[in-house]
C-alpha cells in the first residue's frame, strides 16, 4: 500500500483546509486510515482515524469539533476536513494505514505516506 498526502498550505487563523491521502491497492477497502502530525519540537501526535467501512470515526481532543476525518472507498482517498484552525495547528501531517486491528482505534499503523505542511499565521 504506498499513500500521499497532499492539501496542505498557508492558511489564517479561523480559516479551512481539506487534507486529502490518496491510497495505491486494491485493499484499501480492507484498511483503518488514521492522520497523525508533528509539530516543530513536538512528538507526532494522533489526530484522527476512520474504520475500514467509514462508519466509526475517533479524534484527538484537541481537535474534536473542528476537524473531520472521510474515506471514499471508489476513490481510495481518505479526507481531512480541517476548520477553525489555530496556530497551534500547524504541523506536517502524515496520514497512516493498516489493516485494521482488535485494537483500533489504538493501533499501530504499517504503511505511512510523506506528509503535507499545514502552517497557520495568527
Known amino acids: 500500500v504506498q499513500l500521499q498526502a497532499s492539501g496542505g498550505g498557508l492558511v489564517q487563523a479561523g480559516g479551512s483546509l481539506r487534507l486529502s491521502c490518496a491510497a495505491s491497492?486494491?485493499?484499501?477497502?480492507?484498511?483503518?486510515v488514521g492522520w497523525f502530525r508533528r509539530a516543530p519540537g513536538k512528538e507526532r501526535e494522533f489526530v484522527a482515524t476512520i474504520n475500514w467501512s467509514g462508519g466509526s470515526r475517533n479524534y484527538a481532543d484537541s481537535v474534536k469539533g473542528r476537524f473531520t476525518i472521510s474515506r471514499d472507498n471508489v476513490k481510495i482517498t481518505v479526507y481531512l476536513q480541517m476548520n477553525s484552525l489555530n496556530p497551534e495547528d500547524t504541523a506536517v501531517y502524515y496520514c497512516?494505514?493498516?489493516?485494521?486491528?482488535?485494537?483500533?482505534?489504538?493501533?499501530?499503523?504499517?504503511?505511512w505516506g510523506q506528509g503535507t505542511l499545514v502552517t497557520v499565521s495568527s
Open positions: 497512516a494505514a493498516d489493516y485494521q486491528r482488535s485494537s483500533w482505534p489504538d493501533q499501530v499503523y504499517v504503511y
Open positions: 491497492g486494491r485493499t484499501f477497502s480492507s484498511l483503518a
